[in-house]
Nanobody, 127 residues
Framework: QVQLVESGGGLVQAGGSLRLSCAASGRTFSNYAMGWFRQAPGKEREFVAAINKRGGLTYYPDSVKGRFTISRDNAKNTLYLQMNSLKPEDTAVYYC????????????????????WGQGTQVTVSS
């Protein structure tokens, strides 16, 4: 198994930026395709971004495409989410998650196949 710990959340004004980090430990980080999800109060957990095991292949929903960038540094066992041009609707608890996949080309993984989750970090965007 892998332990995941998010950090970097906070309060930011609309139009501002934040960078979230997810530190992994316990198992080989590069074995996992990684993703970011978010959950606002009263809403279901929402997919935000995904990246393949080696890095370089990414996928985003339309809600964040062009504003958010997912990246990873496997040498540091760390996943990142750079969030720019933040909007109030981005307010949520952000979670990183890992999925053991066989192929490096794998990017998109159903939420049910993300096996390991962090505790989340709060992002609040004020208008």
């Amino acid at each position: 198994q892998v332990q995941l710990v998010e950090s970097g959340g906070g309060l930011v004004q609309a139009g501002g930026s934040l960078r979230l980090s997810c530190a992994a430990s316990g198992r080989t980080f590069s074995n996992y395709a990684m993703g970011w999800f978010r959950q606002a109060p009263g809403k279901e957990r929402e997919f935000v971004a995904a990246i393949n095991k080696r890095g370089g292949l990414t996928y985003y929903p339309d809600s964040v495409k062009g504003r958010f960038t997912i990246s990873r540094d496997n040498a540091k066992n760390t996943l990142y989410l750079q969030m720019n041009s933040l909007k109030p609707e981005d307010t949520a608890v952000y979670y990183c998650a890992g999925s053991i996949v066989a192929y490096d080309i794998t990017v998109r993984v159903p939420i049910s196949q993300y096996d390991y989750w962090g505790q989340g970090t709060q992002v609040t965007v004020s208008s």
